[in-house]
């Protein structure tokens, strides 16, 4: 069904179907339920700092029956949150702010270990495109400049080997 055809029908219906319709789909689909919490109630903080815990416990993780866990280090979890905010409609300086929270964590986390897998770098790197992207698509990249540069920075700190392909970003928005 085209978004026009769904238009028509639901023009056709009287207020009392629509929300007969609408209360149905809240109850039978979970993303419907937690896009109302959202819009009714926007913790948009708790949602912040919750993200920002699950994202950290990637690279340092908490403690278990008194051993230490092996950091998993990944990036499909900060994503899944930067995808579910984007779709409830998060502000988007919360969103930049988690887009490179995640970088910043994963270098915190790079400059106390030793990492070999050239994935994580190459996958910082996506991380860090797509961040500076969205955040000129969304005109806040001013507002997060600073940060971006100490990323960069610290890529040449930790003389990351893709570290070139993060100057070419930054040096995109310098001049």
């Known amino acids: 069904m085209s978004k026009r055809d769904l238009k028509k029908y639901l023009a056709e219906l009287n207020k009392e179907q629509l929300e007969e319709q609408i209360i149905e789909l809240y109850e039978k689909f979970s993303p419907v339920k937690v896009y109302y919490n959202f819009v009714f109630n926007p913790k948009e903080e708790t949602l912040l700092q ?15 029956a008194g ?3 092996k950091p998993k280090m990944r990036r499909s979890v900060a994503q899944k949150y930067i995808k579910h905010f984007t779709l409830l409609g998060v502000d988007p300086f919360i969103i930049g702010d988690v887009m490179l929270y995640n970088i910043e964590i994963a270098q915190t986390f790079s400059s106390e270990h030793i990492i070999k897998q050239d994935l994580f770098f190459k996958s910082m790197f996506n991380s860090f495109e797509q961040a500076v992207i969205f955040l000129i698509a969304n005109g806040i990249l001013n507002n997060f400049k600073a940060r971006i540069i100490g990323i960069h920075n610290e890529t ?18 310098e001049y």
Do not use: D, G
């Open 50 to 64: 919750e993200c920002k815990l699950k994202i950290s416990n990637e690279y340092y993780p908490l403690k278990k």
């Open 67 to 69: 051993r230490r866990s």
């Open 156 to 173: 040449i700190t930790q003389k990351w080997y893709n570290e070139p392909e993060f100057n070419a970003i930054v040096e995109r928005f």
